[in-house]
């Protein structure tokens, strides 16, 4: 059974940092392009980025309003994908999900709640 | 980036009633479509994907077609536990787009 566990969430001042987890189990981590999507409290979902495989270079892209203040990583070696981020504003409120297509249809974690609030 | 549309914004029906969401994409994006069902608090459920096929252990009154532009999540036969925000996604690329929603209330 493919397992997306995200982790990490927490409350953080605005212009603080924090880094969330994703561990993927079920699936072939080292071949699958990984994404977070993010869903404001009552607001829809929005894609914040992604990060292609190890055979793809590892490329990563990001959402305008994220870019320069948020990094996509992975490790392979632990199937886990991270989401860093940086210069945290209130209107990065969200719950964070991991998702995946890997490898035959949308795959998603059950999120983790980051509040950024003074 | 493709854009998404959904329509009705909101729905009321009853139990037993077979209702239709559509989902609309800015270009073409094939049959790469999967259909969200998302109770408050909660992660999406998939319910459908590649526009037409049923996640396992979904219901079999839930249903999609389409493929392109256009495609529609129909649910026959409504029952009370399906109250809930529906929402589409595009993956045709990997810079995910979604629609915004579908508000499903039970009369």
């Known amino acids: 059974e493919v397992q997306l566990v995200e982790s990490g969430g927490t409350w953080v001042k605005p212009g603080g940092s924090l880094r969330l987890s994703c561990t993927v189990s079920?699936?072939?981590?080292?071949?699958?392009?990984m994404a977070w999507v993010r869903q404001p409290p009552g607001k829809g979902l929005e894609w914040v980025g992604h990060?292609?495989?190890?055979?793809?270079?590892?490329?990563?892209d990001y959402a305008e309003p994220v870019k320069d203040r948020f990094t996509i990583s992975r490790d392979d070696s632990k199937d886990t994908v991270y989401l860093q981020m940086h210069r945290l504003q209130t209107d990065d409120t969200a719950i964070y999900f991991c998702?995946?297509?890997?490898?035959?249809?949308?795959?998603w974690g059950l999120g983790t709640l980051m509040t950024v609030s003074s | 980036d493709i854009h998404m549309t959904q329509s009705p914004s909101n729905l009321s029906a009853e139990v037993g009633d077979r209702i239709t969401i559509t989902c609309r994409a800015s270009?073409?994006?094939?049959?790469?479509l999967a259909w969200y069902q998302q109770r408050p608090g909660k992660a999406p459920k998939l319910l459908i994907y590649?526009?037409?096929t049923l996640e396992s252990g979904v219901p079999s009154r839930f249903s999609g077609s389409g493929s392109g532009t256009e495609f529609t999540l129909t649910i026959t036969s409504l029952q009370p536990d399906d109250s809930a925000t529906y929402f589409c996604?595009?993956?045709?690329?990997?810079?995910?787009?979604f629609g915004p929603g579908t508000k499903v209330h039970i009369k």
């Open positions: 270009e073409s994006i094939s049959n790469w």
């Open positions: 079920g699936l072939t981590f080292s071949d699958a392009w």
């Open positions: 996604q595009q993956y045709n690329y990997f810079f995910f787009t």
């Open positions: 590649d526009a037409a």
């Open positions: 998702t995946t297509l890997h490898p035959d249809r949308p795959r």
């Open positions: 990060i292609k495989n190890k055979h793809e270079g590892e490329t990563t």
